[in-house]
């Protein structure tokens, strides 16, 4: 079948695509790459992939190009299901024989509502639905499909048997030639990564058992599936040359450094190719690692701090121990490697002290930049299951944002209200970046570039402009 994979408009400026992070707006426009959509794209041939969301592509946009397709693939979230579902209807009524089925973290953990939802759903892949929509591409009988649940034409919902998880993950086709044919990579940036950048994800799962991560919980596991080093470097090389004014290369993997060997590996075959790299990473990396990565082209680390208190740590069965995390952001700092360190406000434990607690630990420790999120429980995380049964969770804003795309604080505690919560992620921002070393720091990184220059003060008026709209939410 034509088909056609869609991140569907939204929310303006609605990062979709988030790679492993919370789809939400963010406090500083950026976007991630949808490669959770390109890689079945690239499976399905003579296929098209659509994101609107980075691109500005509107609904009557998208619609004009309906009418050359049989199958629409579109990805969903739990902030932006209902208009997902909402785009599908209007799709349904434009071109009624249009097969549509939806993929993502949401439908993977509830198939069954997901599908009650509309009538115009035909199907949903559940879980790692690679292979799942190519054979629905391909036209095989929904009902032979595994990892599929759908609607037979009597209406009624069938749910086929799991799909065996993928091992050998170099089955996979790169992702960047459909980058490459359907995207304008311009479209995508961030605060931290030189622009412009590109993500690809060299391997799936995360053995950590972070209990708020979506994409380990959901799609990916909790095995740490890995491309050959020979499949990764070719895709960087065929990459370097089909988009030379990428200036970073981005490794979305849920946490690159888990295999220490292989990321030494790669780096070493990347430094051949001369290209500036960056990874996600837990702040546990051993020195000797980090300095083979630094000399083989690692430039930035995006770590998970989440918090500074070694109780909430383990609450959320992170994994580390803040003092491991305190030296290897010295590592970080004496080599010169870069830090965009992320945290949450509002996991469990969280009290006027442990917010006080988190501040102080990320002003002493100083990363680069930093990333504010409050505790996002989504569906099918433990988080989620915690937070229902313990009463901490507002159903009423179980969309996870405000009307505008927004991060909204949906956790309280007895001892913790909603709007202290949401205040924290303000006031770790304000006092982190309004320090007059920080200020200094910026302002110099400014003064040495002129694109630079351009690039911050942007940010700067859009970060404002965010503060603005959470003091608007909160009142």
């Not at 080599?335 to 917010?355: S, W």
């Not at 159903?395 to 505690?413: F, K, N, P, S």
């Amino acid at each position: 079948m034509r088909t056609l994979f869609l991140q569907a408009p939204s929310f303006d400026g609605f990062d979709g695509g988030a790679g492993s992070r919370y789809q939400a707006r963010r406090e500083v426009r950026s976007f991630w790459y949808p490669t959770w959509l390109a890689q079945p794209a690239a499976l399905v041939e003579n296929s098209k992939l659509i994101d609107a969301p980075s691109h500005g592509i509107k609904f009557a946009q998208v619609a004009e190009h309906i009418r050359d397709y049989d199958l629409v693939v579109l990805h969903t979230s739990a902030p932006s299901f209902a208009s997902d579902v909402a785009t599908i209807d209007r799709l349904k009524a434009i071109k009624t024989a249009l097969k549509i089925g939806m993929v993502g973290a949401k439908v993977a953990v509830d198939p069954e509502g997901s599908l009650k939802a509309s009538s115009a759903i035909d199907f949903v892949g559940r879980n790692e639905f690679d292979f799942t929509v190519k054979e629905v591409a391909e036209g095989r009988p929904l009902g032979e499909i595994d990892g599929l649940s759908y609607r037979n034409g009597a209406g009624v919902i069938v749910h086929n048997n799991e799909r065996a998880i993928l091992e050998n993950m170099d089955l996979l086709p790169f992702v960047t030639p459909v980058y490459k044919r359907d995207l304008d990579i311009s479209h995508y940036f961030n605060g931290y990564l030189l622009h412009p950048y590109m993500s690809i994800y060299t391997g799936r799962g995360c053995k950590s058992r972070c209990t708020f991560c979506l994409w380990p919980q959901t799609v990916g596991g909790h095995r740490y599936r890995k491309r050959s080093v020979g499949h990764v470097v070719e895709e960087i090389a065929w990459a370097k040359q089909a988009f030379p004014q990428v200036k970073e290369f981005f490794f979305d993997d849920d946490t690159f450094t888990d295999d220490c060997p292989r990321a030494e590996e790669i780096a070493k075959e990347l430094n051949n190719l001369g290209v500036t790299w960056s990874c996600n990473a837990k702040p546990n990396v051993p020195y000797e690692t980090l300095k083979v990565l630094r000399d083989n082209g690692l430039r930035l680390l995006l770590v998970g701090y989440e918090s500074g208190n070694q109780k909430i740590l383990h609450n959320v069965k992170k994994g580390i121990l803040v003092d491991v995390a305190r030296r290897f952001t010295r590592d970080c700092h004496a080599l010169g490697i870069m830090i965009h360190g992320t945290f949450i406000m509002g996991l469990p434990g969280e009290t006027k002290e442990t917010i006080e607690e988190t501040i102080r630990y990320a002003l002493d420790i100083n990363p680069h930049t930093i990333q504010v999120s409050l505790a996002a429980p989504y569906p099918g995380t433990f988080l989620h299951d915690q937070a229902r049964k313990n009463g901490w969770l507002d159903e009423a804003h179980a969309e996870l944002v405000d009307d505008d795309g927004v991060q909204i604080a949906t956790l309280h505690y007895p001892h913790l209200s909603h709007t202290e919560i949401f205040g924290s992620v303000e006031e770790l921002y304000r006092r982190f970046y309004f320090r007059s070393g920080k200020i200094a720091a910026i302002v110099g990184e400014m003064v040495r570039s002129p694109h630079m220059m351009k690039r911050r003060l942007r940010e700067g008026v859009e970060f404002f402009h965010f503060l603005r709209e959470r003091r608007a939410t909160a009142r």
